[in-house]
């Protein structure tokens, strides 16, 4: 069953393309454990890293990563992104539970009204597969 594993809250994704355009690594640059903008209420900007796995990748799929406040309101929404199916791994001796994809989202100028637990939710083919909370406040608190 789809999970997701390896979820980090980050200032921003550093992607590195090797040759032809291929994908050498994504990189979290800035790593948070907190989400702090200037002044409460006021905008925000961050991204997320993360995994989902143990999921069939050889087939299309959809992905959606929403972020709400403490009081379950949307305040940043990927909207449904449909994922096509990939090639057949060439090795076969990955077991399927580690199996699927990394993803990543940036989030730009999310408006905070309220210090609080605000969560970022995945997800898989329409069901919620993982909840990631993150504590909101403001520097000048």
């Known amino acids: ?14 992607r590195t393309l090797v040759g032809s355009g291929n ?20 905008s925000f900007s961050f991204s997320v890293l993360f995994s989902v796995v143990d999921v069939d990748s050889t087939d299309p799929v959809t992905i959606q990563v929403v972020f709400k406040d403490d009081q379950g309101n949307k305040l940043g929404d990927s909207g ?14 990955i077991p399927k539970k580690y199996n699927g994809y990394n993803m990543t989202m940036d989030f730009r100028n999310i408006v905070f009204e309220h210090e609080g ?13 993982g909840e990631k909370p993150i504590y909101v406040v403001g520097k000048s608190d």
């Not at 449904?80 to 791994?89: D, K, N, R, Y």
């Open 1 to 14: 069953m789809a999970n997701v594993t390896n979820f980090i809250y980050c200032s921003n994704i550093q």
């Open 23 to 42: 994908l050498a690594s994504v990189d979290a640059m800035g790593v948070l454990v907190k989400l702090a903008p200037d002044f409460l209420p006021g």
């Open 80 to 93: 449904i992104v449909e994922l096509p199916a990939l090639p057949e791994s060439t090795n076969k001796s």
């Open 117 to 129: 637990e605000y969560v970022t939710e995945v997800y898989y083919n329409g069901d919620l597969i």
